[in-house]
């Protein structure tokens, strides 16, 4: 043996207990442990999907909140939204329901 390969063999052989050990510590951190790295990426990428759902909600209330004040400051919105939504009427009024068939 000679005395690179004698280096090279003693590198190797004080060394393999950490790569062992880094190795074995990576299996634990990525796969093992109940806080892994791919339980960590599924939360983050819900935590992501709802925050987009909030945000989603957020537009819907702004825009239910805009309404409800058109609503309540102007009569004809109102009483254009009651006749649509409630099929409300005057007396002396007919309500015709038209229904479209869907094409096949």
């Keep these: 043996m000679s ?3 004698w280096a090279i063999y003693s590198f190797s052989k004080k060394f393999a207990k950490y790569i062992i050990a880094f190795l074995i510590f990576g299996f634990i951190i990525i796969f093992w442990d109940e806080n892994n ?3 960590r990426w599924t939360l983050d990428r819900k935590i ?3 925050k987009g759902d909030i945000e989603h909600y957020n537009t ?3 825009e ?3 309404q409800l004040e058109q609503l309540q400051n102007d009569s004809d919105k109102l009483e254009k939204y009651a006749r649509e939504n409630y099929l409300m009427k005057q007396k002396e009024e007919d309500i ?3 229904e479209e ?4």
């Design 96 to 98: 015709f329901i038209v």
């Design 64 to 66: 239910s909140t805009q």
């Design 3 to 5: 005395v690179k390969d």
């Design 37 to 39: 790295l791919i339980y």
């Design 60 to 62: 819907i209330i702004d």
């Design 48 to 50: 992501h999907q709802l």
């Design 101 to 104: 068939q869907k094409a096949k």
